[in-house]
């Protein structure tokens, strides 16, 4: 049966087309609102042509299991908030996590399988593989719940590996004690990405032991080395377990991430041409440098605008970022400089190197005459591709649909910056995007800084819909 939401938005679409152009159908949209997520025509597309609908008895029922049950969710996150698995970059602490993610997903019935991206043939020679990762005991955990049809029809996945904790004395608290405060959940991964994984596995077992049988494959992965841009996890399983459509359980404040930049965060250094017994010469050529790469943030932030997925956010303002800038290492290798940056782009890895490579020469120009040698633009994590889904195909509409359906909630499509989606859209789904709720990196206990936590009422609601997400996609 349909809801008197989904007869309200098919009565005001209805209208809506037949004051349209005939021939135009719902995909026509024009980019604008193709992207708003107020835009309704791709709800209303799936409502009358594909027919579905969540059985709301079904749904009354799930939801109210998962109020009954959320304590089992919160504490399953605590858990997972305990064991440490913090990102390093060269190594990481990934594998007693995905062990006891494994066991779960054994207990529920489910096959599992733990492998590390170089369990996979040639791993390392694949073009998108970031090596120097430490990968040997890094593991991914995906599990298998298998349907009616036996085709890989849908995969969930969240990220296992945290940044590091850093200086505990920022902290007020223990950061992998796991404790509901103040109707939060409060440690290191809470809300980047733990909460998902969590989220996944309850959801899955609510559904089990209800009798709940997908028409086809669900799978969910939990994949190591997301953090510091390595994205290795993500690729080993896109390139294992391909799948009709991908959830990548990773993003924040209900968004969903349909669209990545691409780009990186790159590195760029100069060494005075003899000894030096201060910092000062190093740090002219500073200013000269940042010229030219403020050159470069203008012609970026130039192309985002002009991107219809991109045009009138906050990613072109931001299309370069100055991560670091130094002149000597704290009274050594003071005729060393550095400026580290992040980039955004829709242009391809080639064009990118093309510019560094002319910017590079200009700088040798400008530095030689100070004694000042101009060296090269380093990648420091891999280079992201400039991906995306189409704001309005039919996996994004129908998690739009589940949310409205589930909690009244619309969710925003938009795009995000540097993302695991650039290898999973690649290389696991034309159809992936992500969908999360974590809190952003810029505010108190958020994404990455100390007391990072996630609210318990925001878990409950985000299990809700992707619980109706499930049943309406794969009932």
Known sequence: MYTAYSFTVIARQLAVYASLPRGLCPRSADAESRQSPTCNYGIMYILIKKGRNIAMTDLKKYCTLIEERKEELFDLLCCLVRINSENFGTHGNEKECAEYIDSLCREMGLESELYTPLDLPHYEQHPDALRGRGLENRPNVTARWRGKEDTDALMLMGHSDTVVIGDRGNWSFEPLAGEIRDG?????????????????????????????????????????????????????????????????????DYEIWHCASGGGTFRYRWHTENPVDNARLTALAIPIVMEELDKLKEKRTAE????????????????????????????????????????????????????????EERLREKLAPMGIVGETVESTNRFFHYVYSEPDCDSILDMQTAA??????????????????????????????????????????????????????RLVEYAKIMLAYILRVMG
């Open 184 to 252: 939060k959940i409060w440690g290191r991964g809470a809300c980047d990405d733990k909460y998902a994984i969590a989220t996944a596995l309850f959801i899955m077992k609510l559904l089990r032991e209800n009798g709940f049988a997908p028409k086809a494959n669900i799978l969910f992965t939990a994949y190591c080395d997301e953090e510091k841009g390595g994205s290795n996890g993500a690729l080993a399983a896109c390139l294992r377990y391909p799948c009709e459509r991908i959830v990548n359980m990773d993003g924040k």
């Open 304 to 359: 985002l605008e002009k991107n219809r997925f991109y045009a009138g956010t906050v990613i072109p303002s931001t299309a370069l970022r100055y991560m670091g800038i130094k002149a000597g290492e704290k009274g050594a290798d003071l005729g060393v400089g550095e400026v580290m940056f992040t980039m955004y782009t829709d242009r391809t890895r080639e064009e990118i190197f093309a510019e560094y490579r002319a910017m």
């Open 404 to 457: 409205q359906e589930v909690v009244g909630r619309e969710l925003k499509v938009c795009g995000s910056c540097l993302s695991d989606l650039s290898v999973i859209l690649k290389y696991g789904s034309p159809q992936a995007y992500g969908f999360g709720i974590g809190r952003g990196f810029s505010v108190y206990g958020g994404a990455h800084q100390p007391d990072e936590h996630i609210e318990c009422d």
